[in-house]
């Protein structure tokens, strides 16, 4: 994601938080600000927490995960749970989309895009009689030290 699109989304979140009626303290525009830098991929709230402290902020824990619900409630933030219930999140910026695949052995999540998948996604909702406004493609496996022809989104 370039800086334009992070300043798009920066202004969305921006925009879509006070119309809610949110208040745009200093919590909120720090997690905000990291996400817009740091989360087009699926980080952990307490990776984000983390990370914050090491980058010098002062958003508390529950500071940080109450305000990724709300910016999940305000269709900001992607939220995946993985199998041992803990989630996930990354920002929802208009016109970028990928599919995730989880490292079974180590936890690592690597994004990828597949035009090939996408029109296989497309095909298959059109046949069940759907209009997709958005998907979510989650591979589970192992790294077999191979890489394929699927394109990294970054």
């Known amino acids: 994601m370039d800086a334009a699109e992070q300043d798009a989304w920066r202004a969305l979140a921006t925009e879509r938080v006070a119309g809610a009626g949110l208040r745009l303290g200093a919590a909120r525009v720090e997690v905000i600000e990291f996400l817009a830098r740091e989360g087009q991929c699926l980080l952990g709230a307490s990776d984000i927490v983390a990370r914050l402290r090491e980058q010098g902020g002062r958003a508390g824990q529950a500071s940080v995960y109450r305000i990724l619900e709300e910016l999940t409630a305000l269709g900001l933030v992607r939220r995946l749970v993985d199998e041992s219930g803990i989630a996930r999140f990354e920002i929802a910026a208009p016109g970028s989309h990928h599919h995730h695949f989880i490292d079974d052995a180590t936890g690592e999540v690597a994004p990828f895009s597949d035009p090939e998948l996408e029109r296989a996604v497309e095909a298959a ?28 989104s970054r």
């Open 125 to 152: 909702a059109a046949r069940a009689g759907f209009e997709l406004s958005s998907h979510e493609i989650v591979l589970r496996g192992r790294r077999t030290g191979t890489r394929s022809a699927a394109r990294s």
